[in-house]
């Protein structure tokens, strides 16, 4: 499951399966990596809320209580770093090329 979540991270798609082969791929491992640095650029709390909600599949009011946020502060947010890490994503030459053979590969 935790494979399956950091996949869809990657391609920030919470609807595409995991290909099974290439969980081991050196591109993957460079491409979850880059992304990881990417979110390193973001609030401590942007991060928190990012990985509770998009990684580990809380509920909204479950991240609002456990950050001591609102509901509305926790979407607001999450919408605000879901579309920084794609345009940052789109923005990193590698992973725009990855996400391109990707996607190309999967359809």
Known sequence: LRRRRLWRLITLSPTTPEPASEVHDPAARLALRRVYGLLDRFRTTDRMIFVLRQIEGQSVEDVAAALDLSPA??????????????????????????????QEHGA
């Not at 502060?73 to 053979?101: C, P």
């Open 73 to 102: 502060t926790v979407k607001r947010r999450t919408a605000h770093v879901l579309a920084r890490l794609t345009k940052l994503v789109r923005g990193d030459a590698f992973l725009a090329d990855y996400l391109q053979a990707e």
